[in-house]
């Protein structure tokens, strides 16, 4: 039978970690453990229950680093006054992450773990360049950039005794804009078929953009930068050209992400939009753009 | 209109609201009787194939398991799901309580029963089932190729009909038009999974609690089955959360009456959401190709089409629906010509069978996306096209010979094209922007009963308690749609007493009298009217009471307000319950009736539908962002619940032209499970539901109430597809209308993808 | 394993499987069948229940994710049988047909108003989101949250009062009132003189079968 292990502070979770095997699991909100857990066969031998460590749960500013809990929950997130200065971009991807029900109990560290290609807040936390700590059963505490975490679709490179204690990246100025963008098959409630975060530096004076960072979702196994659309961008002035570059830009991207596979017709031209979305989510001009039409 | 009606007309919660907003109310998957076991169905894996060899030994060593079921230690006696009454053979007898001979992934190989829902779940994972696989035939269109491939050994076309009426014109100038529609097979989507409880007695008899929508003929396929005489079978309708057709027939009761029968005790049976999903019936997939010619100014001439249905694994009521699917199109149009050839096709799918409006929505998908063509080739608008072409009340309905009764389905066109401003709406161009706005209209029919194809009747009795109350006594089959309220309404207005002091409740073979049960829109027009003959009967004996002793004659009595009332002198009354004390003393024939009402006529209910939606062109996902239902309902019994009838069936219309679709993969497997990947319409998208009604109290009806749970939901689904056409200039006509197919028919429109469940 | 779990303002011990679902456990252990399950992967949205103040879905957390939380239930919304307010909105709008997403509707709503006590149709309809209904195009359903909110909502469908305000109590007048008496009591005298006769002849003294 399944053993339940709440350990209640740091030191204790380490314990934990030190005597979990391959099939113990981690409960951060549940939303996708219940389930996965649920059928003949996959029970776990042990689950480290992390809902009694409220010292994971946090949003602060550390100097110029924001620093998330990994068991903050995606309402948390989604109502929180630094998130909303810091990283408009993760707030705005915590707000579309399911039903009211599961952000109000789904965790950031349980969606990242859980690695789901579509994962809105790995876009959003791509484009931040955020890292992960984390802790593992020998006490040894790891940082390393999301992108080297996230392998593909489910897969990390997290042990079975290590879990992730915290998100940090540089905490966006006000000088940044940033901005989060989703195609699902409807409005509220949906998988994302593509996401896009993205994040400038706008020179006000100057009229020029900075320290772009573009990063798409649910195409291909991780999300992942548009290095070279990012590059293209780079101190180019925020006017409709480059919208429209940075749509043709995503398109490519798109393309060169999923080459051959079912979707590409349709994604490729739904990038548009998802890109539309997510410039004039930068609220740089007025009125907003709008992609050419034949 | 009559106007002075007290109840009739008013807006009334259901009877059980109040046990329904505390989560007091016990549904079937709430039930539980003490000792009860609980069952978990083993599916087959494959799409087609021989089951060779069923290991259970390591699920029956696990403790609590009480047994293992399985194809070759159960009987294989056949039985039809789809069943009405004793002796009826639409439908072949196909089906057996667990297959040998597997035809689809989802059917039914074995079951589990154990002490626990848990042990059953666990044991069913451990029982290994060896096949021999044969090829399988996953599209209509394979089926219909294979000579040597069989699902049924009678053959893969389950049924053919053809419908031949009129005379067809001289056609000389008419202009012509095609179209070809295809329809998703989709799954109803109550949000209470299939459930249904049996107990086996030690007297030798049964009792059953089914949520399913009729419980004589769920008798009579279980006695039928298990060889029992009917005495012995009790079935009793519980509350359930919602069918919209999904429980009319019966595929879980048989199975579950069988296991209580083994077992001696009570057995539960509770499929999950995927398990609804594929292995009981859904909506089937049809594709309907439509071939017009009319005169120049629109006036239709002839009328031919073409239907193939989808029937999945097992026949059950596609044949029916396939002669159905056939009666649609002259009940809302005049055509001197009208041929159509319909036939379903057994595929190894998920099976096709009773939904919500019988093949009702999938024709008219197919003639309204149909009409806008002609009125496109022809530059008329298509409001003015469907016009000059509606039949007029009191019309013949050219194939079947039927009065349509009071159609009002013309004044539905013209007071919602008002009511909608369609004309000022419609000469708005969609621009050629990201977001496009269009508008379109659809007009559907539905029936009122069977007559006309099946003796169509109902039984009740109604009796007065001692102190003026009532009690109803009728085999009700609430589906949450008001239908135990609406009886009490129609008894209530005869009787003069309010609603509140009536009691009636649902179905049991036991006690209450024979009827059919909640399908083929019957309850309003059929038990309505018997309820309203049963309470005048009844009324009768009350007045009758009073004269006797009031020495007046029956002619100066009236009811009202729970008394006898003399019209010529407002003073006097005589109170229910003092008739009641009257009867308890002096040989007064009681106060209560039974009454056998014979329907005497199958009048049409109409709506129309307007919708206008917003086309993103960029992402290809469509938003519908103002909607009209008009309804010629009659009469409205229950007002407020036929306004919230039709909002809940635009929310299942706007599923079916958007969004809803149960396809199979090249394994046969529907690669969907639940909710996250099958999207019905949310709070967030869906729009206000504007309804109008048309009420003018023609027909056979009680107060000249017509149905409205079905029509409600049939032209739905191409007044959006129609929208969706006018806001983009195309012609798209598979259904539903995903982002895929809206952004391929905008930038590939050689390559939409076509409708991959047909 | 032992829980300790607070549900409706009771604190329950419970024996649980540690899998056991918060879903299961109220409706298993505590008999709470208010609570149902449509889906089993928090997609329907019928399984809502408030932890500590917040709509989650009780059919993707463990019951030992609730310990030590303030757990209300639809069976907790009414006071000692007075339905809430919004319940009665519910009932009033006609929100409510089937009734299978209404114990979860109910949830979700309640939570919102805790937290947002005035919100707007766009906030209710995301509120409601994760709450899936077949049955009633959600257009009543908002309009009774709206009405519970204390805004002027237009009711979709507007229910008359109860019975007891409607219905005319009703009554036989003091004349006729007299005649009835006195038919009974003729009646009832006749019968006492029967009963007093040999037994014999009461086989033709019957009351007349009813038609």
Same mark, same amino acid.
């Given at each position: 039978m399944?053993?339940?292990?709440?350990p209640?502070?740091?030191?204790?979770?380490v314990?934990?970690?030190a005597?979990?095997?391959p099939?113990?699991?981690l409960?951060?909100?549940?939303t996708?453990?219940v389930?996965?857990?649920?059928?003949?066969?996959?029970?776990?031998?042990?689950i480290?229950d992390?809902?009694?460590?409220?010292?994971?749960?946090?949003?602060?500013?550390?100097?110029e680093?924001?620093?998330?809990?990994?068991?903050?929950?995606?309402a948390?997130?989604?109502?929180?006054?630094?998130?909303?200065?810091?990283?408009?971009?993760?707030?705005?991807?915590?707000a579309?992450?399911?039903s009211a029900?599961?952000?109000?109990?789904?965790?950031?560290?349980?969606?990242i773990?859980?690695?789901?290609?579509?994962?809105?807040?790995?876009?959003?936390?791509?484009a931040?360049?955020?890292?992960?700590?984390?802790?593992?059963g020998a006490?040894s505490?790891?940082?390393?950039p999301?992108?080297?975490?996230?392998?593909?679709?489910?897969?990390t490179?997290?042990?079975?005794?290590?879990?992730?204690?915290?998100?940090?990246?540089?905490?966006?100025?006000p000088?940044h804009?940033?901005?989060?963008?989703?195609?699902?098959?409807?409005?509220?409630?949906?998988?994302?078929?593509?996401?896009?975060?993205?994040?400038?530096?706008f020179?006000?004076?100057?009229?020029t953009?900075?320290?772009?960072?573009?990063?798409?979702g649910?195409?291909?196994?991780?999300a992942?930068r548009?290095?070279?659309?990012?590059?293209a961008?780079?101190?180019?002035p925020?006017?409709?050209?480059?919208?429209?570059?940075?749509?043709?830009?995503c398109v490519?991207?798109?393309?060169?992400?999923?080459?051959?596979?079912?979707?590409?017709?349709y994604?490729?031209?739904?990038?548009?939009?998802?890109?539309?979305?997510?410039?004039?989510?930068?609220?740089?001009?007025s009125?907003p753009?709008?992609?050419?039409?034949? | 209109?009559?106007?002075?009606?007290q109840?009739v007309?008013?807006?009334?919660?259901?009877?059980d609201v109040?046990?329904?907003?505390?989560?007091?109310?016990?549904?079937g998957s709430d039930?539980?009787?003490p000792?009860?076991?609980?069952a978990?169905?083993?599916?087959?894996?494959?799409?087609?194939?021989?089951?060779?060899?069923?290991d259970?030994?390591?699920?029956?060593?696990?403790?609590?398991?009480v047994?293992?079921?399985?194809?070759?230690?159960s009987?294989?006696?056949r039985?039809?799901?789809a069943?009405?009454h004793?002796?009826?053979?639409?439908?072949?007898?196909?089906?057996?309580?667990?297959s040998?001979h597997?035809?689809f992934?989802?059917?039914?190989?074995?079951?589990?029963?154990a002490?626990?829902?848990?042990?059953?779940?666990?044991a069913?994972a451990?029982?290994?089932?060896?096949?021999?696989?044969?090829?399988?035939?996953?599209?209509?269109?394979?089926?219909?190729?294979?000579?040597?491939i069989?699902?049924?050994s009678t053959?893969?076309?389950?049924?053919?009909?053809?419908?031949?009426?009129?005379e067809?014109?001289?056609?000389?100038?008419?202009?012509?038009?095609?179209?070809?529609?295809?329809?998703?097979?989709?799954?109803?989507?109550?949000?209470?999974?299939?459930?249904?409880?049996?107990?086996?007695?030690s007297?030798?008899?049964?009792?059953?609690?089914t949520?399913?929508?009729?419980?004589?003929?769920?008798?009579?396929?279980?006695?039928e089955l298990?060889?029992?005489?009917?005495?012995?079978?009790?079935?009793?309708?519980?509350p359930?959360?919602?069918?919209?057709?999904?429980?009319?027939?019966?595929?879980?009761?048989?199975?579950v009456?069988?296991?209580?029968?083994?077992?001696?005790?009570?057995?539960?049976?509770?499929l999950?959401?995927?398990?609804?999903?594929?292995?009981?019936m859904?909506?089937?997939?049809?594709?309907?190709?439509?071939r017009?010619?009319?005169?120049?100014?629109?006036?239709?001439l002839?009328?031919?089409?073409?239907?193939?249905?989808?029937?999945?694994?097992?026949?059950?009521?596609?044949?029916?629906?396939?002669?159905?699917m056939?009666?649609k199109?002259t009940?809302?149009?005049?055509?001197?010509?009208?041929q159509?050839?319909?036939?379903?096709?057994? #595929?190894n799918?998920? /099976?096709g069978? $009773?939904?919500?409006?019988?093949g009702? @929505?999938?024709m008219a %998908? !197919?003639? =309204?996306i149909h009409m806008?063509r002609?009125?496109?080739?022809?530059?008329?608008?298509?409001?003015?096209?469907?016009?000059?072409?509606m039949?007029e009340?009191?019309?013949?309905?050219?194939?079947?010979?039927?009065p349509?009764?009071?159609a009002?389905?013309?004044?539905?066109?013209?007071?919602?094209?008002v009511?909608?401003d369609?004309a000022a709406r419609?000469?708005r161009?969609?621009?050629?922007?990201r977001?496009?706005?269009g508008?379109?209209?659809?007009?559907?029919a539905?029936?009122n009963?069977?007559f006309g194809?099946?003796?169509?009747?109902?039984?009740?009795?109604?009796?007065?308690?001692?102190?003026?109350?009532?009690?109803?006594?009728?085999?009700?089959?609430?589906?949450?749609c008001?239908?135990? #309220?609406?009886?009490? /309404?129609?008894v $209530?207005?005869?009787?003069?007493?309010? @609603?509140?002091?009536i %009691? !009636?409740? =649902?179905?049991?073979?036991?006690?209450?009298?024979?009827?059919?049960?909640?399908?083929?829109?019957?309850?309003?027009?059929?038990?309505?009217a018997?309820?309203?003959?049963?309470a005048?009967?009844?009324?009768?004996?009350?007045?009758?009471?009073?004269?006797?002793?009031?020495k007046?004659?029956v002619t100066?009595?009236y009811v009202?307000?729970?008394?006898?009332?003399?019209r010529?002198?407002?003073?006097?009354?005589?109170?229910?319950?003092?008739?009641?004390?009257?009867?308890e003393?002096?040989?007064v024939p009681?106060i209560?009736?039974?009454?056998?009402?014979?329907a005497?006529?199958?009048?049409?209910?109409?709506?129309v539908?307007?919708a206008?939606?917003?086309v993103?062109?960029?992402?290809?996902?469509?938003?519908?962002?103002d909607?009209?239902?008009?309804?010629?309902?009659?009469?409205?019994?229950?007002?407020?619940m036929v306004?919230?009838?039709?909002?809940?069936a635009?929310?299942?219309?706007?599923?079916?032209?958007l969004?809803?679709h149960?396809d199979?993969?090249?394994?046969?497997?529907?690669?969907?499970?639940?909710?996250?990947n099958y999207h019905?319409?949310?709070a967030?998208?869906m729009?206000?539901?504007?309804?109008?009604?048309?009420?003018?109290?023609?027909d056979?009806?009680?107060?000249?109430?017509?149905?409205?749970?079905?029509?409600?939901?049939?032209?739905?689904g191409?007044?959006?597809?129609?929208?969706?056409?006018?806001?983009?200039?195309?012609?798209?006509?598979?259904l539903?209308?995903?982002p895929?197919?809206?952004?391929?028919a905008?930038?590939?429109?050689?390559e939409?993808?076509a409708?991959?469940s047909? | 394993?032992?829980l300790?779990?607070t549900?409706?303002?009771?604190?329950?011990?419970?024996?649980?499987?540690?899998?056991?679902?918060?879903?299961?456990?109220?409706?298993?252990?505590?008999g709470?069948?208010?609570?149902?399950?449509?889906?089993?992967?928090g997609?329907?949205g019928?399984?809502?229940?408030?932890?500590?103040?917040?709509?989650v879905?009780?059919?993707?957390?463990?019951?030992?994710?609730?310990r030590g939380?303030?757990?209300?239930?639809?069976?907790?919304?009414?006071d000692?049988?007075e339905?809430?307010?919004?319940?009665?909105?519910?009932?009033?709008?006609?929100?409510?047909?089937?009734?299978?997403?209404?114990?979860?509707m109910?949830?979700?709503?309640?939570?919102?108003?805790?937290?947002?006590?005035?919100?707007s149709?766009?906030?209710?309809?995301?509120a409601?989101?994760?709450?899936?209904?077949?049955?009633?195009g959600?257009?009543?359903?908002?309009?009774?949250?709206?009405?519970?909110?204390?805004?002027d909502?237009?009711?979709?469908?507007?229910l008359?009062?109860?019975?007891?305000?409607?219905a005319?109590?009703a009554?036989?007048?003091?004349e006729?009132?007299?005649?009835v008496d006195?038919?009974?009591?003729?009646?009832t005298?006749?019968?006492a003189?029967?009963?007093?006769?040999?037994p014999?002849?009461?086989?033709?003294a019957?009351p007349?079968g009813g038609?």
């Open positions: 399944t053993e339940i292990v709440t209640e502070a740091i030191d204790e979770l314990a934990a970690l005597e979990a095997t099939r113990t699991r409960l951060a909100g549940g996708d453990l389930r996965a857990i649920r059928q003949p066969g996959t029970e776990p031998d042990v480290i992390l809902t009694g460590l409220a010292e994971l749960s946090y949003v602060r500013l550390d100097g680093t924001l620093r998330i809990g990994a068991t903050t929950t995606f948390e997130l989604q109502g929180d006054s630094l998130v909303r200065e810091h990283a408009l971009c993760l707030g705005l991807a915590a579309q992450v399911g029900q599961i952000r109000n109990i789904g965790t950031i560290g349980g969606n773990a859980n690695a789901s290609p579509c994962a809105d807040s790995a876009t959003a936390l791509t931040l360049g955020a890292a992960l700590t984390t802790v593992d006490g505490v790891n940082t390393r999301i992108a080297e975490v996230l392998l593909g679709p489910n897969r490179s997290l042990a079975h005794n290590e879990a992730i204690t915290e998100f940090s990246f540089a905490a966006l100025g000088e804009r940033s901005a989060f963008a989703k195609i699902g098959s409807r409005t509220a409630v949906s998988v994302a078929r593509l996401s896009a975060a993205l994040v400038v530096r020179d006000a004076a100057a009229g953009l900075a320290d772009v960072r573009v990063a798409l649910a195409v291909g196994g991780a992942f548009a290095a070279a659309l990012e590059r961008l780079e101190g180019r925020a006017d409709e050209e480059s919208a429209r570059l940075f749509a043709e830009g490519a991207a798109v393309q060169d992400s999923i080459p051959g596979r079912y979707s590409l017709p994604k490729q031209h739904a990038a548009v939009g998802l890109a539309y979305d997510a410039w004039n989510g930068l609220a740089l001009i009125p753009c709008e992609p050419a039409w034949s | 209109m009559t106007d002075n009606l109840y007309g008013g807006s009334y919660p259901v009877h109040a046990q329904k907003v505390t989560g007091e109310l016990v549904y039930f539980s009787v000792g009860m076991l609980h978990k169905l083993i599916l087959s894996a494959i799409p087609h194939g021989i089951v060779k060899r069923i259970a030994s390591r699920a029956e060593a696990l403790p609590g398991v047994k293992v079921f399985t194809c070759f230690n009987p294989m006696d039985f039809c799901r069943r009405i004793p002796g009826q053979d639409l439908s072949p007898h196909d089906e057996t309580l667990f040998e597997v035809r992934v989802g059917d039914r190989v074995a079951a589990v029963v002490t626990t829902m848990a042990t059953a779940q666990a069913a451990l029982v290994e089932v060896d096949y021999e696989e044969l090829p399988p035939l996953l599209t209509v269109d394979d089926a219909l190729a294979s000579d040597d069989l699902v049924h053959g893969n076309v389950a049924y053919e009909h053809e419908v031949d009426k009129g067809r014109p001289d056609l000389e100038g008419a202009v012509i038009v095609s179209s070809a529609t295809s329809t998703p097979r989709v799954h109803h989507a109550a949000l209470e999974p299939h459930v249904c409880i049996a107990q086996g007695h007297t030798g008899g049964m009792t059953v609690w949520t399913s929508q009729g419980v004589y003929a769920a008798r009579t396929v279980i006695a298990l060889h029992m005489e009917y005495h012995r079978v009790r079935v009793i309708k519980v359930m959360g919602g069918s919209f057709g999904g429980k009319t027939e019966y595929i879980i009761e048989p199975v009456a069988f296991l209580a029968r083994e077992t001696h005790r009570a057995v539960k049976l509770l999950d959401r995927e398990e609804c999903m594929i292995a009981t859904a909506r089937p997939a049809t594709r309907t190709s439509i017009t010619a009319c005169t120049p100014d629109g006036e239709l002839d009328f031919e089409a073409a239907t193939t249905l989808d029937a999945g694994a097992y026949a059950s009521s596609t044949p029916d629906y396939s002669i159905h056939c009666k199109v009940k809302v149009y005049r055509v001197p010509h009208y159509h050839r319909s036939r379903a096709v057994l #595929t799918t998920p /099976v069978g $009773a939904a919500r409006g019988w009702a @929505p999938e %998908a !197919a003639t =309204e806008d002609v009125a496109a080739a022809l530059r008329l608008d298509p409001v003015e096209l469907r016009l000059k072409n039949v009340p009191f019309d013949t309905d050219l194939v079947t010979g039927l349509l009764g009071d009002r389905v013309r004044e539905c066109l013209e007071r919602g094209a009511a909608f369609w419609r000469a161009p969609a621009g050629r922007g977001f496009r706005r508008v379109g209209v659809a007009a559907g539905h029936k009963g069977m194809a099946f003796p169509e009747a109902s039984n009740m009795s109604l009796k007065m308690n001692e102190d003026g109350t009532f009690e109803l006594n009728a085999s009700l089959h609430e589906v949450g008001g239908i135990v #309220t609406t009886m009490k /309404v129609i $209530a207005e005869v009787l003069g007493v309010h @609603p509140d002091r %009691a !009636a409740g =649902e179905a049991d073979t036991a006690t209450t009298p024979f009827d059919y049960g909640t399908y083929g829109s019957r309850v309003t027009y059929v038990v309505g018997c309820a309203r003959a049963t005048e009967k009844v009324k009768q004996r009350l007045l009758a009471a009073a004269a006797d002793l009031l007046e004659s100066h009595l009202r307000d729970g008394a006898v009332r003399l010529h002198d407002d003073e006097r009354a005589i109170a229910y319950r003092d008739i009641a004390r009257l009867g003393m002096r040989h009681s209560a009736a039974s009454v056998s009402y014979f005497v006529s199958n009048p049409a209910s109409y709506s539908q307007f206008e939606v917003e993103d062109c960029a992402t290809g996902l469509t938003a519908v962002t909607f009209l239902a008009v309804a010629d309902v009659g009469r409205a019994i229950n007002r407020g306004e919230a009838q039709y909002q809940g635009v929310q299942m219309g706007i599923g079916y032209a969004y809803e149960l199979v993969d090249e394994r046969g497997r529907s690669g969907i499970d639940g909710f996250k019905i319409v949310n967030p998208d729009p206000d539901v504007q309804v109008l009604l048309v009420e003018h109290e023609g056979d009806g009680p107060f000249g109430a017509k149905s409205v749970g079905e029509i409600a939901t049939v032209p739905t191409p007044a959006i597809v129609n929208a969706v056409n006018n806001a983009l200039g195309t012609e798209l006509s598979d539903p209308l995903v895929e197919r809206i952004i391929a905008l930038h590939e429109p050689e939409v993808p409708c991959s047909c | 394993m032992q300790l779990l549900v409706n303002g009771m604190a329950h011990e419970v024996e649980a499987h540690p899998t056991a679902r918060l879903l299961d456990v109220l409706r298993d252990q505590l709470l069948t208010g609570t149902k399950e449509g889906c089993a992967e997609e329907c019928a399984c809502t229940v408030i932890v500590d103040g917040r709509a879905n009780s059919c993707v957390m463990l019951a030992v994710q609730a939380k303030k757990i209300v239930t639809v069976e907790g919304l009414a000692d049988g339905l809430d307010l919004l319940q009665r909105k519910f009932v009033e709008y006609g929100a409510v047909q089937c009734g299978y997403c209404t114990p979860g109910l949830m979700s709503a309640k939570a919102l108003l805790l937290a947002n006590p005035v919100p149709e766009q906030d209710i309809r995301i409601l989101a994760g709450n899936l209904c077949r049955c009633t959600y257009t009543a359903i908002v309009a009774a949250v709206k009405a519970a909110s204390g805004q909502a237009t009711p979709a469908i507007v008359p009062g109860e019975a007891d305000e409607l005319v109590e009554s036989t007048d003091p006729t009132l007299a005649v006195e038919v009974v009591e003729a009646a005298a006749e019968l003189e029967r009963g007093a006769q040999a014999d002849d009461l086989s033709s019957g007349e038609e």
